[in-house]
């Protein structure tokens, strides 16, 4: 492809360009420059000045947007389709960036490119920005296919249709969708949360690891011919590298035991697959989402499997940051480590103790759990794919387990296996309502934690105000100069929903009758809402809060210095009886320990300075070498 009318018939098979007609296709061919698209590298960066647009001719390019150190997808483009176009239509800076997912080829047209067709085909030009703001506003169409459930209708606008059947009727399908009758039901009949799939990408993608598998596998076995196999292998790679998730629109809350959810996926995959095949959308005698997509599979075993490889992968970005914070926690204490205080039990002054141990011990308690969600993480790795309806594998070929196992362990680089009783497997929800439980022990941890923060920084004057927690923003909208610690009350918040889905994760997996459990999507919703939400929680709480406190010296020793907890440090000395009067004195008086014992020489004050030391405080120590100390009598 490199002469202009090699160019120029590439460019007219893309759908950016649909009705250019030749004279304005030949004009651009010369103008463009072909690039190799090569995964991860980026078209443009957000911020960067406008210098070219592209028209994919293969592969695939997702547009993100940073902030905060995070990047989100927004939408993946792939052949046919332009990339920054916005080049056409104004000079401002790019809002997003644009990466490419999956290797391809475009054509590409540079700003002094442009320039020399603003001047010599002003025509062209006019074409292309109408062409520009005609694939925005599709884009922004597809953007409002997301809300769906939101108060939106179903999506995909426009007044073009096409007509589906399944059993109950036929219906009116949007022709842009993707998706077909049976999702356009699911839409209509659980508008429940507002959340559809497509809020969950690691679940879509893990949904089309499984039907690449089976394709591979029904391929191997003689049941899929290979150019089915080989277009419904293409879309699902596609779904994978993060294309046509607006067309994955059912509630994740649904009836059906995730039937919507399977059959979604079996639709998008079919008419992606035929478009591949340049079929017409909706020609299931072609492709069928049951016959072919769906062959040798039953939701009942597809869509408990793709929500263990999501579970999984998620698992694996949460432990990642646990382990951060945990981290962080330990650096504090590491930083804390020569600070001495008051320890605390049951809100009342107990014994000294340093900073850096109350910090190191959130740091460790944070890592077990690290060890314990790991734990839960190699019990999900069990899939019952190849059970089909209840487990005993009608209508899946022999040996179509085993190799469907083996392939989506290589497709979604997780080591699955295959149970070893697959009736059992269908119908048991054990590793679900076991992770749930490590995720509610971790929240529990976690809570407990934030509320140790916000209690040693309160005040900062009327209360502990031992350490000081970074000031994110102005905490009241009446009393000046308040600074409330916001990080960690969301987290707080946080760990309320996933202690509280347990409660339901318990319930939907009690509820499962005979075969099958009719409730795993709204327990497949509670753990991976869960998990984002923990995982993002550990994120703003290490790098909002835990990385910026700071702590106040002199405070924390003064309360050491004026609390009857170190008359504790004295009992090895003085015995329990002496030590108790002391301490009585004191509260009664308001007077320090130090002086009291001073007064009755019980000690030197040598002696004292010895035993009341911060490492003899906060640490084990042989208290032999006051052990001939003549106690006077009280």
């Not at 924390?556 to 009992?571: C, D, K, N, P, Q």
Request: proline residues 4%; negative net charge; aromatic residues 4%.
């Amino acid at each position: 492809m490199t002469t202009p009318a090699e160019i120029a018939d590439a460019l007219r098979a893309t759908s950016f360009l649909e009705g250019f007609t030749d004279a304005h296709l030949w004009k651009l061919s010369r103008h463009v420059t072909p690039l190799t698209l090569v995964p991860d590298d980026t078209i443009f960066n957000e911020g960067e000045a406008r210098q070219r647009f592209a028209i994919l001719l293969s592969g695939a390019v997702a547009i993100e947007k940073s902030s905060d150190g995070r990047t989100t997808r927004l939408v993946t483009l792939g052949a046919g389709e332009a990339v920054g176009e916005g080049l056409l239509l104004d000079d401002s800076a790019h809002g997003t960036t644009a990466r490419v997912i999956m290797p391809g080829t475009a054509m590409v047209l540079a700003r002094d490119q442009l320039d020399d067709i603003t001047r010599e085909a002003p025509q062209l030009y006019a074409a292309l920005v109408a062409r520009a703001a005609r694939a925005i506003s599709a884009r922004l169409r597809r953007a409002d296919a997301t809300l769906v459930g939101r108060g939106r209708t179903l999506g995909f606008g426009g007044h073009r249709t096409r007509q589906e059947h399944d059993l109950l009727g036929e219906r009116d399908v949007p022709y842009e969708a993707l998706y077909g009758v049976q999702t356009l039901r699911a839409l209509e009949n659980f508008p429940i949360t507002g959340i559809p799939l497509r809020e969950f990408p690691v679940l879509i993608e893990s949904l089309a690891a499984v039907k690449e598998a089976a394709a591979q596998t029904n391929l191997e076995l003689g049941l899929l011919e290979q150019e089915h196999a080989d277009v419904i292998i293409r879309a699902a790679r596609e779904i994978r590298a993060g294309r046509h998730h607006e067309h994955f629109l059912v509630d994740m809350i649904q009836g059906g035991a995730g039937t919507s959810t399977n059959m979604n996926a079996n639709e998008v995959i079919a008419n992606r697959a035929l478009e591949l095949s340049n079929q017409q959308r909706g020609a299931y005698d072609v492709i069928s989402p049951n016959d072919h997509v769906n062959l040798s599979q039953s939701t009942n075993d597809v869509y408990p499997t793709a929500v263990r490889i999501a579970l999984h992968k998620s698992l694996s970005g949460f432990r990642i940051e646990l382990a951060r914070l945990a981290d962080a926690f330990g650096a504090k204490g590491v930083e804390f480590a020569p600070l001495i205080k008051m320890g605390r039990t049951q809100m009342q002054d107990a014994v000294p103790m340093t900073l850096g141990q109350e910090f190191m011990a959130f740091s460790h308690t944070l890592q077990e759990d690290v060890d314990r969600l790991g734990e839960a993480q190699s019990l999900i790795r069990e899939i019952n794919l190849g059970a089909t309806a209840i487990g005993t594998g009608i209508n899946a070929p022999p040996g179509y387990a085993a190799l469907a196992c083996k392939h989506l362990a290589v497709i979604a680089e997780v080591p699955v296996i295959t149970a070893f009783d697959l009736v059992e497997a269908t119908s048991d929800t054990g590793a679900f309502v076991q992770l749930s439980g490590v995720m509610k022990r971790t929240a529990t941890k976690l809570s407990k934690i934030c509320n140790d923060l916000r209690l040693l920084s309160s005040g900062p004057r009327a209360g502990f105000g031992e350490i000081n927690l970074p000031a994110m923003q102005p905490g009241s909208s009446i009393m000046p100069g308040k600074v409330n610690p916001v990080i960690p009350e969301v987290v707080n918040q946080v760990c309320f929903e996933v202690i509280g889905g347990d409660v339901t994760v318990t319930m939907a997996a009690e509820a499962g009758q005979l075969q099958l459990n009719a409730f795993e999507p709204v327990i497949a919703y509670r753990l991976l809402r869960g998990i984002d939400m923990l995982r993002n929680a550990c994120l703003v709480l290490r790098e909002r809060c835990v990385t910026g406190i700071t702590a106040n010296a002199d405070r924390m020793r003064y309360f050491v210095e004026h609390s009857i907890g170190i008359v504790t440090a004295l009992v090895p000395v003085l015995g329990y009886e002496i030590a108790t009067d002391i301490a009585k004195t004191a509260l009664a008086s308001g007077r320090g320990v130090f002086d009291l014992v001073l007064e009755r020489k019980l000690l030197t004050r040598e002696q004292l300075d010895e035993i009341l030391n911060p490492a003899a405080m906060t640490a084990p120590r042989d208290t032999q070498e006051f052990s001939t100390v003549t106690i006077p009598p009280a």
